[in-house]
Every structure is written in C-alpha cells, then in structure tokens.
C-alpha cells in the first residue's frame, strides 16, 4: 500500500467500525429470518479470527438490542436512499463510513449513483487494501475521501474534490456518529449540509440521555457507555430529540422529522416471535433541504 506519511498503528480499522461490522454478521448468525439487513461483506472485511463470536461485545443476549439497532438504522437509511434515487437523486454520502458495504452488497443500486465515503486517512487506507484483497476492488461510482477530522481538515472541500457536485441533490447518512463528536462539530456539521442543494436530505442517528432510555434497558445502556469510555471511544454527546430537531431547524435545514425506535419497531420488527427490536437508546433525526 502506498499510505505516505502514515503510521502503521493507523492502518487498521476503528474499532467501533469493526464492532459494527461483526455485530451486523451476527445478525444472520443467531437472530431467526427475516433478517432486517444482510450483509457479510462487512465479515468478509473485517477478517477477525475463529473466535470472534467470544468477545464479550459479541454476546448474543447483552448485545441484542443494540445489535437490532445497528442493523435497523442501516435498512432505514438504504430505504432512504432507494426511495431519493426513484426522485433522481444521484449523490450518496456516508460521512464516517467506517466498513460501510453499500456499494458492494447494492450494486444495482450504487450503479446509478456517485457513493462517497468520508472517513480517517488510516482505517480506509487499510479498507481499500482489503477491497483489493478479496479482489472487490473499489468500483468507478465510489469515491473514497480520507479525512483527517481530529487534525481539522475541512472535509467538505476534500468531499467536492472528490466530484461531488454541490449544485445537485444528495442523501448524506450520519450514523453510529454523532455521540462521539462534540455539540460544536455536530452543530458546524449541520450548517455546511444546510447547504446542500434543494432535494437533499440528511439521516443522522443519535443517541438518547440515559433518563429517556427504557427503565429495564438503561442500566445495560450505561454499562454499554462505561465500556466505550474505557476503551477510549466515550459517548461524547446525546440528544433530546427535540434538541437535535431544533439544532438542524436553526442551522437551516426546511424539513425536519424524528424516527424513534418505535417506529423502526413497527416498520422493521412488526409480528416477529423472537421479540427482535431496536434500542430504546438510539433514534434518528431525518432533515430535507
């Protein structure tokens, strides 16, 4: 790999990407059909060893909800991104993409689109080195756009340098994201995709203060949320979601709307035996320009 300047300690992927990956193949390993997404591209990527279903963050039950979750706001933001095509939009954006599988798993879908994924200059060095390697390649439509956020880069001339055309409509998803980034960057965020041309929309995934979530799932919540502190990911930032509502409104944005996990409930879980459901704790907010 050619990766410059780049140490070797860089050139692997975020660990929470990694999480998000695996907790998606498990999915198709132990929750019963229909699976709400299916995706062993993001296995396949990840290569982790024969015993990765033994990781603690891995356990079938403690992770149940969050790994429905995972897989839920994933389906939702596909959904979008199927319904804005069939209205001619062309633009697709994924803003820390991590081991995000679109472009390979939808290819019919992707072909009539451009895909950009914006991510750290080390996780998606290591992501094209693993494309090549399992002879997937990156396909003409995908635009791979390394930033550098903590170092201040300014993402959004990287993202039009990379062909994306301000002057037509995209779907930007945001998810898996915002807990990790200060009320500042996410407030800065939305006012640059307020921007966006007319016909564009944002999906972006947030995660609840601990006193909105379900009393019975809470205090896994918070275990969940001491662990990403001591592995050094900690949940930065949670929202109302009148908050977050509001702050996408006052940055500019004309359409704004709240998913809750009930209505990924209803939309995506309805009528299943096992009790399979999404989080209480994480829910999006949808903004249209």
Do not use: C
């Amino acid at each position: 790999m050619n990766n410059g300047s780049l140490k070797e300690d860089e050139l692997r992927p975020e660990d929470t990407a990694l999480r998000v990956a695996l907790w998606r193949a498990l999915h198709l390993r132990v929750d019963a059909p229909p699976h709400i997404l299916a995706d062993e591209v993001g296995l396949r990527l990840a290569a982790p060893d024969e015993h990765w279903r033994d990781r603690p963050d891995m356990d079938p039950r403690a992770t149940v909800r969050m790994r429905a979750s995972t897989v839920a706001r994933a389906r939702f933001v596909e959904d979008l991104v199927e319904e804005r095509a069939r209205a001619g939009v062309t633009q697709y954006v994924v803003l820390g993409a991590g081991l995000d599988t679109f472009a390979q798993r939808r290819p019919e879908l992707a072909a009539g689109m451009r895909v950009f994924e914006v991510d750290q200059p080390g996780p998606q060095a290591w992501k094209r080195h693993r494309l090549d390697e399992l002879g997937l390649g990156v396909p003409d439509g995908l635009r791979l756009v390394p930033v550098d956020f903590e170092a201040g880069e300014p993402w959004w001339e990287r993202l039009v340098a990379a062909g994306f055309d301000p002057a037509r409509p995209a779907v930007v998803a945001s998810t898996g994201v915002s807990m990790y980034l200060t009320r500042e960057t996410t407030a800065a965020t939305l006012r640059t995709l307020a921007g966006l041309a007319p016909g564009s929309t944002l999906a972006m995934s947030f995660l609840l203060p601990f006193d909105l979530v379900d009393s019975g799932e809470r205090p896994g919540f918070q275990a969940t949320a001491r662990a990403a502190r001591t592995h050094g990911t900690p949940f930065i930032s949670m929202y109302a979601p009148a908050e977050l509502l509001s702050m996408a409104r006052e940055s500019g944005f004309r359409d704004t709307r709240h998913v809750s996990s009930a209505q990924l409930t209803e939309r995506y879980f309805a009528g299943r035996a096992d009790g399979l459901r999404p989080s209480s704790a994480e829910e999006l907010v949808v903004a249209s320009v």
